[in-house]
């Protein structure tokens, strides 16, 4: 039988409902450990996927170990043979991946591909055929470098199979990426477009014509320029089809991109905004007149500030359009978005809440009444003070409106999460967990009971504690309730949903 101190052991630190088994973290699997009397030290038997496998695995060694009389976790189960360890599983596994059912072929790990041998009698060494991206385009490489080397009798992967070309290899499949179906093009990977080069006999390295985002844009642009450069009999991709103009690059499309078609407009990269400008004759200089989301708002704030400037007949975007107004620039938007529209009320950025400012009638001094969370109890409270300080007749945000109370601050709504209602209960603000306390006589500290989801749960935690600590008579936060046993903890909570996710893996 074990002894008492090697049973200690095993259920310490155990998350396991079995005996001896216990949850590696770093591995991922249950291990099993087993308290081995003779040499004083706890015997490592392994570690399993399941659970159950695990306390398995525990049983029959305790047989082994300590007789059939040693303490198990399925008594009246007769175990034949051990449950498979979790590096056997995944040794085999890795094996089954990484070996091929084809004679030959291999895999490479250091390549990711699968690499075929071949023995070459006249050398008598094996010969590297190449490296291939599937396992049976490797089986048929080989199949097609046998019968070249030894002869249509020797041995294959697929002997009914008639193979007319051997498969690609991996290389071979990344330059055919790489390369184009059309005269005159290329991939260049640095910048992930389609460079266009032109072979002009007069010259004796090639014409570089431009980089073009699809293949058939550059094929197209080959065309163009061979036709003006060779003459109309020059080869070309498409001889049918007559290019009447060559197909934009990939440079003028972002520049098209980021210019405007209206007069004065142009886009900003660095704001994401689109600016007008508008040269000034009078000091000789460039004049912006700000940043415009849409580019028909700018376009017409061109034009407001071309007729304030040069008069009704200066040139417009839009020439039939009457403005009245100004549109609005993305500086004034976000003023708006920060400024409120109730008397008294103001956005702060620093705490993203709304500040009530006042003046006071006497010392005509500005004050701060408080931080609100939304705008409306802001203006209340505006209203509140305005009630109780100023005259009748003030101005205010709701004037029909009768205010029996301030609206509650930011820093009173946080006081009144952290507010005690019961007894032994405190809001912990690092962990984000209500904590339960229970005075100790004896040793005339506080007692931590655990951290709990909920309020209630932490009271009923005090209210267990308060019971088995000083009697029935104990102050409770549930007098009339029977609590028959204690709450989870956070943390418990956590650690049994770990164990249910670890179980139905």
């Known amino acids: 039988m074990e002894s008492r101190s090697g049973q200690k052991r095993q259920r310490e630190g155990s998350s396991s ?26 015997h490592y038997a392994g570690s399993y996927a399941s659970e159950e496998d695990a306390a ?74 190449g490296y291939y991206a599937t396992e049976e385009a490797a089986a048929r490489a080989y199949d097609c470098a046998a019968v070249q080397a030894l002869g249509p009798g020797t041995k294959r992967n697929f002997q009914d199979e008639i193979i007319s070309e051997p498969p690609m290899t991996v290389r071979q499949e990344q330059k055919q990426r790489s390369s184009s179906r059309f005269l005159g093009v290329n991939w260049f990977k640095d910048r992930s477009l389609w460079t266009v080069t032109l072979n002009n006999p007069q010259r004796k390295r090639p014409r570089f014509i431009g980089s073009f985002a699809p293949e058939e844009d550059a094929a197209r642009a080959y065309d163009f320029a061979a036709v003006q450069v060779l003459g109309p009999g020059a080869k070309r991709n498409y001889p049918g089809e007559v290019v009447s103009e060559p197909p934009m690059t990939a440079g003028e499309m972002r520049k098209q991109r980021s210019s405007s078609k209206f007069m004065g407009v142009c886009w900003n990269k660095i704001t994401s905004a689109w600016i007008v400008t508008q040269w000034d004759p009078e000091t000789k200089r460039t004049q912006s007149f700000g940043s415009y989301t849409s580019e028909e708002d700018a376009a017409r704030a061109y034009d407001c500030a071309a007729v304030q400037a040069h008069g009704p007949g200066a040139k417009r975007n839009f020439p039939g359009e009457t403005i009245s107004e100004q549109p609005v620039t993305v500086g004034e938007k976000a003023k708006q978005r920060k400024s ?46 305005v009630v109780q300080e100023y005259e009748p007749g003030t101005k205010r945000n709701f004037p029909g409106e009768v205010i029996n109370e301030q609206p509650v601050t930011v820093g009173q709504q946080r006081k009144q999460r952290k507010s005690l209602r019961y007894v032994g209960v405190s809001w912990a603000k690092v962990s984000f967990a209500w904590s ?11 007692q931590h009971l655990g951290l709990f989801a909920s309020e209630e749960d932490a009271a009923r935690a005090y209210d267990c504690a308060a019971v088995q600590a000083h009697g029935a008579g104990a102050l409770r936060n549930f007098p009339g309730e029977v609590i028959s046993e204690v709450p989870v903890t956070v943390n418990e909570a956590r650690k049994q949903e770990r164990k249910q996710r670890c179980s139905t893996r």
């Open 17 to 42: 409902r079995f005996k001896g088994v216990a949850w590696d973290k770093a591995s991922s699997a249950w291990n099993v450990r087993l308290w081995v009397p003779q040499t004083q030290s706890s």
């Open 56 to 129: 398995r695995a525990y049983d029959c060694v305790a047989v082994q170990t300590h007789g059939p009389g040693a303490a198990r976790n399925f008594p009246g189960e007769v175990i034949t043979e051990m449950p498979v360890r979790v590096g056997k599983e995944r040794r085999e596994e890795r094996k089954q991946r990484t070996s091929s059912r084809y004679n030959s072929v291999a895999w490479h790990r250091a390549s990711s591909s699968w690499h075929v041998r071949l023995w070459d009698p006249h050398a008598k060494r094996e010969r590297s055929i």
């Open 340 to 385: 409120s529209h109730f008397i008294g009320v103001a956005l702060e950025k620093s705490s993203s809440s709304w500040v009530v400012n006042m003046r006071d009638p006497q010392t005509k001094n500005s004050r701060t009444v408080g931080r609100f969370a939304s705008e409306e109890d802001a203006a209340r409270a505006y209203d509140c003070v």
């Open 436 to 446: 339960a306390f229970i005075n100790d006589s004896e040793n005339k500290h506080k």
